[in-house]
């Protein structure tokens, strides 16, 4: 299958915006992070070979969009992100930004 599974890609937002948080540590210039949305053309496949499980692949440029086996969807995510440290809304900032201009 061409592409990445959705949850690959999930787990990769989440991972770059934890580093994200990381980096705006002692940062003047914070963001607070909103909900975040995202809008896929996915696959869905069913793998006869593991018990008819069922997989969401993201599809990437150029990909073919159906075939015998898979079927091509838009799929739109909206996920509100939350600091499970102290349960509020994450904040993200550009390192490169150390002050405000004068």
Do not use: C, N, Y
Not at 84 to 91: A, F, I, L, Y
């Amino acid at each position: 299958m061409s592409g990445l599974e959705l949850t690959a890609v999930v787990d990769a937002i989440r991972e770059q915006l934890g580093e994200s948080m990381g980096r705006s540590v002692g940062q003047r210039i914070q963001f607070e992070l909103g909900d975040i949305e995202l809008e896929f053309t996915v696959t869905v496949t069913e793998d006869d070979r593991r018990d008819g499980s069922v997989k969401v692949w993201v599809v990437g440029a150029g990909a073919s969009h159906g075939s015998s086996t898979a079927t091509a969807h838009r799929v739109k995510l909206v996920l509100k992100p939350k600091d499970t440290v102290d349960g509020g809304s994450p904040h993200v900032s550009d390192p490169s930004v150390t002050g405000l201009p004068r």
